[in-house]
């Protein structure tokens, strides 16, 4: 055998030998730690919120969402300041289980661009959270975060946490309300945005948006309990009015309340013009065989707003 194929035969056995070691060997087995933050499916979701973080009024949302395996679960929390929306911030935070030291744990990356840990404890009441050393600011200052979740049901929770810093006498405090934005409440939500739609288009009522069942209400003009018929049918010569801050509460599969306001201007055909209409609304959906529909209202004006001026429809 002459050297070359030799050497030819040589580097097609060590190509082999590796082909083989670097099929077969691997850095890490594959696993699971699934089992131990099991226990936190609860969150998996989207939450809307409100309160007070940092001392200061704030509004926003909070999701929990699992990787691709279940093995890690991401929490994200988004706040708007009501008193300066352009402000908001975003923080991101990654759990899992430290299998070195038996434990819940949670890194977080802050939206100024501080970062901390902390490790997680079940509770009689819910979670809670504390802090493994301080929490580093995007300026190298040090504050020392403990966090408390206390579940109220299974689609509502309120989020505790005080944030000590360096120097500072009282710590800043967080409490939030958390509201699970179910499939639900998404539906219903849109189905109140869809029907105002088609009233700005059309200068009327979407049809059949009452219950088979008809409908009450009490009107927003402060007029007697009104009994309304599904073909009820309400026209306007202006209608320029917008729903917001819609919040939806699921009572069960086939019930949910919504509590809303609606602002802008509107003039009922035949009526006189209310260019300062702002009304707080509540109403309650039930289920039926064409979807959603409305089966109760209760309008009432805010303060420094107006209501209609109608009590009694065709």
């Known amino acids: 055998m002459s050297a070359k194929l030799y050497r030819i035969g040589v580097l097609v056995i060590c190509f082999l030998q590796f082909s083989s070691f670097s099929v077969t060997a691997q850095v890490v087995e594959p696993g699971t730690t699934q089992e131990h933050l099991k226990p936190l499916e609860y969150f998996v979701g989207n939450w809307k919120l409100s309160g ?46 430290d299998a070195k ?6 890194r977080g990356y802050g939206g100024y661009g501080g970062y901390g840990q902390d490790k997680w404890t079940q509770t009689d009441q819910g979670w809670h ?43 800043f405090t967080t409490e939030l309300t958390l509201t699970r934005v179910t499939k639900l409440a998404k539906e ?20 059949k948006t009452l219950s088979e069942n008809g409908s009450f209400a009490f009107w927003s003009s402060g007029g007697l309990l009104q009994s309304m018929e599904q073909n009820t049918k309400r026209e306007f010569d202006t209608y320029n009015l917008h729903p917001k801050h819609i919040k939806v509460i699921e009572i069960n599969a086939s019930t949910a309340v919504a509590l809303y306001y609606v602002e802008g201007n509107v003039q009922h055909k035949g009526s006189v013009n209310n260019a300062n209409y702002l009304t707080r609304v509540m109403q309650v959906f039930v289920k039926e065989e064409g979807g959603w529909k409305i089966r109760a209202a209760h309008w009432s004006p805010l303060t420094g707003g107006k209501g209609t001026t109608e009590t009694a429809v065709q």
């Open 52 to 97: 007070m973080q940092f001392n200061r009024g704030v509004t926003g949302t909070m999701t929990f969402e699992w990787d691709l395996n279940k093995n890690i679960l991401i929490r994200r929390i988004h706040t708007v300041p009501n008193d300066e929306p352009e402000a908001a911030l975003t923080s991101m935070f990654v759990i899992l289980w």
């Open 101 to 106: 030291n038996k434990r819940i744990f949670e």
């Open 129 to 171: 959270s504390k802090g493994l050393g301080n929490w580093t600011l995007w300026n190298g200052e040090q504050t020392v975060n403990e966090a408390s979740y206390v579940i109220k049901n299974k689609n509502e929770f309120v989020f505790k946490a005080t944030n000590q810093k360096e120097g500072e006498k009282e710590p």
């Open 188 to 207: 219903v939500k849109q189905l109140i945005l869809d029907n105002n739609a088609y009233t700005l288009k059309n200068l009327e009522d979407k049809p």
